[in-house]
């Protein structure tokens, strides 16, 4: 659990990060969204005390971070970040291996902690462990960069802006695979974006930053519906709020029982894509299949209930 | 004033002082000297000494520069763009070239006296000034050139009204490291009789008088630092007003 | 293709297509036949009598080097393959230079120890034609670095079988390298001395200076500034102006003497060089240092990296081709200025080009000025290939 207690930093006596209280649940994703300036990445930054608080403290499950070296706090907690900050001079291999490196492990298991990782992002270790990253694309990069800050299987992920330079296609496979990885592993993450639609998708929980100040922090949902103020609704988007809602849920959650003709959705798709396939189909009902097996329907008339404004 | 400013005012001054009275000296000087040498150069006036090597380095430059932004222009043409990379290398191997070297070998072709110092400045005085213009030249912003293209200017046009206006501060940096490089290089000059202010330093060597190499040496080190100052200036006039910072 | 095609269609096979560079190696060639192959003089210091290629070479020699350069021409006008030219060219080239000793031997009459032969413009006009030829084809065969040293290996060590062989030793260079082969070595040995040693202790000195002109950006102004005005002293001013107070030191601190100091000789020299080598490498070294990506060093940071394994482990390798090319620019820099230090008796080639001018004897003055230059380059060609090779992947 990250305990964030009423902290503040300032700069030649502007506050730019403004009295902020936030806790995180342990292996949850928390996304931190802001405008630029809004002081979201120093935010995340003094949690490894890349900054330090003016004021206030930071706990990391119970333990206040002043009394921590900062160099052996960082080695704890990944560190990803915008352009990935590969080392432009180390092979994959060496620059997934820094912290473990930097904590002296052995030679063997450094080794297979960096095949490990590499399968992991689906990265063939035979063929990418001695490349430069120059020689990746910036998919490769952005998920060597990843690997590297989960090398030393930290509890605590913090990433800042990770997907900024990828395109859309690249940055919503890189969006799954980090779910996914962040369900198998149980990691804490912390990731700063401008892109509340990216917050949306990733967010456990959503911390919407402004001028330095914490204005809201809920789950997505309850950002949707409810926003504190104008200024959150307009990062949501009105005319975008009844899809967003859709997008939260999923299709196997809103079976019901009847049978509809035409090509089936399955019960991992999102509302949202259910929503898409029926006004493009222009179908009122679709079959639901679960392992290739027709379960159910799912309904416009449903869909339509659920993206209406909660009550 | 700023204090940079006013220390180059000072020196400026004293420069010329010295040049013009250099008597008045005689007595700060005369400290260095042993065995009643003579404090200031006696085997010549100081200040026709100064304008010749001046009117050297001037020279050399002026060519230099002529042939240089000359020969990067024809290599950055669709023309010339064959003999892009070869000039290229060439210009860099012409670098490890020792100036001494290429006095000394001008010296046959050209006899001893003020024409073999004037070919070797001038030979390489070519490289920094041919460098920096193929680097301004080839460095330009790609959406600038585009433009202009786009607007229908001719490769005159292109070449007068964009291209070198741009890359003018780059290539004055060129001069700039030209002039430096000749006015030390000049002094050399004088161990094949040309005139310049390497005779006050060599006489001061031959004759183990320390107040000759100081004079000669200290003529020689703040003319140099004025000038570069002074195209320092310019050029970072012109990078204002183009709008560009330093890099 | 069918039979029916235009003729106007076919192209003309490229290789007859004519080389815009080729095509001014072959004007230089040209006028460089025109003009005298070598120099003869009865001695050392009388003017020179001109030889045209027919009269400076037997008769076979003088066929085999026109039908040489005949196939230099081809390969220079058409364009053919890169590495086609390049040996064409070292052909040309080797030949050159061959016959430029075996034209000595045949002018100068048999026991004669006076006679000068030397090689005239017109060898010198050749040489250059087809080295642009050969340096045409290298630029353009965009060798590795390691194969760049091995050609520099190659040309040298062809050079030293050519020296060997003797087939140079009727030559006028050679002529006074024989009168002086025991000083030459000694010269030899001071110039590498100089050049090195004031390098290296540079190296020592100026990269821990770049280094903390680099973490405490206050100091780097003034350091840069100070060490600018250094370099423009005029060097022979320079090397002059170090002999008093060296002297004194050496007259006044116990223990100077012992370890070398002295006024005069090598030392100045030494101290000179030194001086005028900071500044690249300090200059280059902080540059280097302030280009490594901000992105590199966040994420150091964020890795938990202290201060020393930063410096360490991602700012030093990653300015590191940086700083070598502030190095390989006072090495090669040094080299040609070490020439000067003969002014102060600091020894090295330039006692010979000084001696030469002294002497208007030119041959003596190349015997110096020769072997400066190829140093120089030879150094330029290691060091460039040596920062192409550590450069991997720091810079995009």
Known sequence: MIEIDDVSRLYDGRAVVDQVTLTIQPRTVCVIVGTSGSGKTTLLRMINKLVNPSSGSLRIDGEDIAGIPAYELRRRIGYAIQGHGLFPHRTVAQNIATVPGLLGWDRAKTRARVDELLELFQLDPASFRDRLPHQLSGGEQQRVGVARALAAKPNILLMDEPYGALDPVIRAKAQADLLSIQRKLGTTIVLVTHDMEEAIHLGDTIAVMAHGKLLQSAPPAEIIARPANDFIADLVGSSERPFRLLSLSRVGDHIEPGTASGAPIATTASLRDAYAELLWSARTALPVTRDGEIVGQVTLAALARLAARPQ | MSWGNLIRLVALLT??????????????????????????YNQGNLLDITLSHLGIVAVATLGATIIAVGLAIIVTRPFGAEFLPVSRSLANIGQTFPPVAVLALAVPMLGFGTAPTLVALFLYGLLPIFENTLTGLTGLPPAVVEAARGMGMSGWQRLLRVELPIALPVILAGIRLSVVISLATATIGSTVAARTLGEVIIAGLLSNNTAFVLQGGLIVGVLAVLIYDGLSALERSLLARTGQTRA | ?????????????????????????????????????????????????????????????????????????????????????????????????????????????????????????????????FALLVTDALTRLALRPWQRVAMLLAVAAAMALLLWSGLWNDLSMLREYANRAQSFWSEAQTHLGLAFGSVAIATLVGVPLGMVCYKFAALRASVLNLLNIVQTIPSIALFGLLIAPLAWVAAHVPG?????????????????????????????????????????????????????????????????????????????????????????????????????IGQTAMDLVLLGAVPTVALAFAAAVVLDALVDMTARGTRT
Do not use: C
Not at chain 3, 19 to 39: E, H, R
Not at chain 3, 95 to 116: E, I, K, N, Q
Not at chain 3, 260 to 271: C, E, F, H, K, N
Not at chain 3, 325 to 344: D, E, K, S
């Open chain 3, 256 to 356: 100077a003497k012992a370890i070398g100091i002295s006024g005069i000789g090598a030392t100045p020299a030494l101290v000179a060089l030194f001086a005028y080598s900071l500044l690249p490498i300090v200059a280059n070294t902080v540059v280097g240092l302030v280009g490594v990506s901000p992105a590199a060093i966040d994420a150091a940071r964020g890795m938990g990296m202290t201060r020393w394994q930063r410096l360490l482990s991602v700012e030093l390798p990653l300015a590191f081709p940086v700083i070598l090319t502030g190095i390989r620019i006072v090495l090669v820099q040094n080299i040609g200025l070490t020439t000067i230090a003969a002014l102060v008796g600091g020894g090295g080639f330039g006692v010979f080009v000084f001696q030469g």
């Open chain 3, 1 to 129: 293709m069918s039979l029916a095609a235009p003729a106007i269609d076919r192209p003309r096979p490229t290789w007859l297509a004519l080389d815009k560079l080729g095509v001014l190696v072959a004007v230089a060639a040209g006028i460089g036949i025109a003009l005298p192959f070598a120099l003869f003089r009865a001695n050392r210091i009388v003017p020179g009598e001109a030889m045209g290629l027919f009269a400076a070479l037997p008769l076979h020699l003088a066929l085999l080097l026109v039908a040489t350069l005949i196939g230099g021409f081809a390969a220079a006008l058409l364009r053919w393959p890169a590495h086609l030219k390049l040996a064409v060219g070292l052909v040309v080239v080797g030949m050159l230079f061959v016959l430029a000793g075996l034209s000595a031997s045949h002018l100068t009459p048999d026991g004669d120890s006076f006679a000068r032969v030397s090689p005239g413009a017109g060898f010198w006009v050749l040489a250059f034609a």
């Open chain 2, 15 to 40: 420069l010329l002082a010295l040049l013009l009275w250099p008597d008045a000296f005689s007595g700060a000087f005369g400290l260095l000297t042993t065995n009643g040498q003579p404090a200031i």
